[in-house]
Antibody, heavy 122, light 108 residues
Framework: EGQLVESGGGLVEPGGSLRLSCAAS????????MNWVRQAPGKGLEWVSYISSGGGSTFYADSVKGRFTISRDNAKNSLFLQMDSLRAEDTALYFCSKGRDCNAGRCLLEDWGQGTLVTVSS | EIVLTQSPGTLSLSPGERAALSCRAS???????LAWYQQKPGQAPSLLIY???SRATGIPDRFSGSGSGTDFTLTISRLEPEDFAVYYCQQYGSSTVSFGQGTKLEMK
C-alpha cells in the first residue's frame, strides 16, 4: 500500500511562493501517476493537479493554472507542487494522492497522505 | 466540468440503522467512473467504492455502491460507530475530476 508524507506547508503572504513536497515509500513510485488535492478549512475536496508516472504529462485545475507547477523526481521518490502568486483562497490542507485507473489526467485516488497546511495571509 | 450534488447535507442516524447517501451528477458520468471516499475528523480521505459499485480492498461488505449515469447511491447496511464521518463522491470519467460537497453522517 505504501506511505505518502507531505511537507513544506506554512504561512505565506499573498503574492508569495511555496514549494510542497511529498515523500513516497513502500511502493514503486515511478510506476504511479500522482495528484495533489486540497481542502480549505471546513470545506470539501478540490482536485488541484495531476502528473503522469514519467512526469511528461501534467494537468491543472483552472483555479491554479499558470500559478502552480507539479513535478516529480522518481530517483528520490518525491512529488512536488510549486505554488506561485498565492492568494488567500489557496489556503487549504494539501494532500498528495496516488492515482489509479487514470485516463487523460483523471484518476481514482487510491492512497492519500495526511496533508500539509498552507495559509496565505498578510 | 461535471457538478456533483450530494444529499442530504447531513444525515442523523443511530448505530444499526441503514444509511443511503445520494450523489447526482449534472451530466452522465462516463463509464460510471464514480468513487466514494470516507473522511473522519483530522484524517485524510480513504477510498471506499470505485467504479460506482466495487469495494476497495479491506472495505466491509456493509458498504455498497450502486447507480449509473447521473444518479449514484452509497448504502451502509448497518451502521457501526466508526462509520460516522463525512462522505464524498468523486467522478473521474469526464472533463476534470470533480467532487461532491460531502454528506456528514452523524450519530443521532
Amino acid at each position: 500500500e505504501g506511505q505518502l508524507v507531505e511537507s513544506g506547508g506554512g504561512l505565506v503572504e499573498p503574492g508569495g511562493s511555496l514549494r510542497l513536497s511529498c515523500a513516497a515509500s513502500g511502493f514503486t513510485f515511478s510506476s504511479y501517476r500522482m495528484n495533489w488535492v486540497r481542502q480549505a478549512p471546513g470545506k470539501g475536496l478540490e482536485w488541484v493537479s495531476y502528473i503522469s508516472s514519467g512526469g511528461g504529462s501534467t494537468f491543472y485545475a483552472d483555479s491554479v493554472k499558470g500559478r502552480f507547477t507539479i513535478s516529480r523526481d522518481n530517483a528520490k521518490n518525491s512529488l512536488f507542487l510549486q505554488m506561485d502568486s498565492l492568494r488567500a483562497e489557496d489556503t487549504a490542507l494539501y494532500f498528495c494522492s496516488k492515482g489509479r485507473d487514470c485516463n487523460a489526467g483523471r484518476c481514482l485516488l487510491e492512497d492519500w497522505g495526511q496533508g500539509t497546511l498552507v495559509t496565505v495571509s498578510s | 466540468e461535471i457538478v456533483l450534488t450530494q444529499s442530504p447535507g447531513t444525515l442523523s442516524l443511530s448505530p444499526g440503522e441503514r444509511a443511503a447517501l445520494s450523489c447526482r451528477a449534472s451530466q452522465s458520468v462516463s463509464n460510471n467512473l464514480l468513487a466514494w471516499y470516507q473522511q473522519k475528523p483530522g484524517q485524510a480521505p480513504s477510498l471506499l467504492i470505485y467504479g460506482a459499485s466495487s469495494r476497495a480492498t479491506g472495505i466491509p461488505d456493509r458498504f455498497s455502491g450502486s447507480g449509473s449515469g447521473t444518479d449514484f447511491t452509497l448504502t451502509i447496511s448497518r451502521l457501526e460507530p466508526e462509520d460516522f464521518a463525512v462522505y464524498y463522491c468523486q467522478q473521474y470519467g469526464s472533463s476534470t475530476v470533480s467532487f461532491g460537497q460531502g454528506t456528514k453522517l452523524e450519530m443521532k
